[in-house]
């Protein structure tokens, strides 16, 4: 376990929690100390959920460790019971509880409730977030259709031709990136295409909704962090086909109908399901300006690998550097990275990503709200992709991530940030009229930018390490367009260090310029 300012994904026990909010009469019986309430705050802030979790906590105290601490947790189970009365009841132990071994699982199956009860074991300093709502999925959906599971080499049964074919959407979350929509977004794009949606897991489904899973024809497995586990079940126990291909962006979102019609058996022209303003941007003289930009991409492994396929084949950029702090899908981002010719970083270590944002240098970022961070910091424009994410990235409004209408949304959030860099280029070619001030940074950065930087009375701007620009070499600098200034100014002032040169003169920027493109 290792203890950071930031963390890429919470413990496992969140994951619980986020299946137990996603789901309507579930609830979670969570042995935990006090502290740990305040996973609440995750649903009720960043969701703008109207609603807490429906989780109880034992909330126990350390003069409660002198006694029997056993006891607490079979009052909240049952106090959980007889208030809630929900259709299944799940119990958990959080990081903190699982040091003290009161095995509430086992407690909860021997204590005679009048609901069925579900026990997790949480594994909380091994994993992490996503395997803890994988985990609780898949303990949720094994438990519930085990009974109904054929048996072994039983052929599944063919659909009437007559029945319109129907599929299940799995994986969507609360605190999941852009869940909400995106179901919305893609039932639409079943639709269009004659297949009905059976169900929706987990989020807003109930545990009878989850026993009806085997009716439909296939599984779609929308968000593989959560699901996958519980679609290879499907698979092996009912014989359940999965569609894997995740709709994001044009060519993913083609690739899926096309999977959608050969495992339905459905006869359908791509072309007439759906359209998207993407690929005629492509074509436009306007794609010329940022054609062949410097990204790096960095978030969850389903989410960094179809940013890559977006960047590279829909927006013409070149991918410099591809990552995932996600280690059960690191098999799948190290085989994307080798079609980029990348080596790929696997870390939930921030401080990695930046040093290798700072290495590489890269003219945009695509990832988390760590990387927003640290893309700020750096003076480069960066949109959010994945999880974790902060509120600004749940908006009111309909934004999808999938599906054409997402392709579109991805079209703006990714290319606006450059276009302002395009802007700010305009903007400071004519800084030296009366109406414009400088000294401010460029309006989409924030206040880390170009801008934000002191000036002495004489003209010159004092950098760290105790270099000097001159006042003709920063107004030559200000001519670079905005969105590649800050690394030319980086490489200059390394230049500079390894020539031993204090001032930076306008001659150093041309030398530095030459030097690095040699």
Excluded at 228 to 251: E, H, K, N, V, Y
Excluded at 266 to 278: H, P
Excluded at 458 to 473: C, K, L, R, T, Y
Aim: glycine letters at 8%; a negative charge; one cysteine or more.
């Amino acid at each position: 376990m290792e203890l950071t300012l930031w963390t890429y994904e919470g413990p496992p026990h969140v994951g619980a929690i986020r299946i137990a909010a996603s789901m309507r009469d579930v609830h979670l019986m969570l042995h935990s100390p006090q502290g740990d309430t305040y996973a609440d705050l995750l649903f009720t802030m960043i969701e703008r959920d109207g609603q807490r979790p429906p989780v109880t906590y034992t909330t126990f105290q350390a003069r409660d460790l002198g006694a029997s601490t056993a006891e607490m947790v079979i009052q909240s189970l049952r106090e959980s019971a007889e208030r809630f009365k929900p259709q299944v009841l799940m119990v958990a132990d959080s990081c903190t509880a699982e040091l003290i071994q009161d095995q509430p699982g086992a407690l909860a199956l021997g204590a005679d409730l009048p609901v069925p009860v579900i026990p997790l074991e949480m594994a909380a300093y091994t994993r992490k977030e996503n395997w803890g709502a994988s985990e609780t999925f898949y303990q949720l959906v094994r438990g519930l259709l085990s009974r109904q599971a054929p048996a072994p080499g039983t052929e599944r049964p063919k659909r009437d031709p007559a029945v319109r074919p129907s599929v299940n959407l799995l994986g969507p979350t609360k605190l999941g990136f852009r869940c909400r929509d995106d179901v919305v977004e893609i039932e639409r794009l079943l639709a269009s295409m004659g297949v009905d949606v059976n169900v929706v897991a987990p989020l807003g489904a109930s545990p009878w909704d989850l026993q009806s899973i085997p009716n439909a024809d296939a599984n779609v497995n929308l968000c593989p962090e959560v699901s996958d586990l519980t679609c290879s079940w499907l698979a092996r126990t009912f014989g359940m086909p999965t569609i894997q291909t995740m709709p994001m962006g044009w060519g993913a979102t083609r690739d899926f109908i096309a999977e959608v019609a050969q495992v339905l058996g459905l006869n359908i022209n791509i072309d007439s399901v759906g359209d998207s303003r993407l690929p005629w941007y492509s074509r436009s003289i306007d794609s010329t300006y940022l054609t062949g930009k410097r990204v790096f991409v960095f978030a969850d492994g389903s989410h960094a690998i179809a940013a890559a396929r977006i960047a590279r084949d829909e927006m013409g950029f070149e991918v410099v550097g591809l990552g995932t702090y996600s280690r059960e899908r690191a098999r799948d981002v190290r085989a994307a990275a080798k079609e980029y010719g990348l080596e790929a970083l696997i870390t939930d270590n921030y401080l990695e990503v930046e040093a290798r944002v700072q290495e590489l240098q890269p003219e945009m970022v695509l990832g988390t709200q760590m990387e927003r961070h640290i893309a700020k910091r750096l003076g480069i424009p960066c949109a959010v992709i994945s999880t974790p994410a902060h509120v600004q990235d749940y908006p009111a409004r309909y934004s999808p991530q999938m599906g054409f209408e997402g392709a579109n949304v991805l079209f703006d959030t990714w290319v606006h940030p450059l276009i302002m860099g395009l802007e700010e280029h305009l903007l400071h070619m004519f800084r030296d009229d009366f109406e414009f001030n400088d000294s401010v940074g460029p309006s989409h950065l924030g206040s880390e930018g170009e801008g934000a930087r002191s000036k002495s009375d004489s003209g010159e701007v004092i950098n760290e390490g105790n270099i000097v620009w001159a006042f003709e070499a920063e107004k030559e600098l200000r001519k670079i367009p905005f969105f590649v200034r800050g690394k030319a100014r980086r490489n200059t002032e390394r230049f500079a260090e390894e020539q031993g040169i204090s001032t930076i003169q306008v001659d150093t920027l041309y030398d530095a310029k030459a030097h690095f493109s040699s």
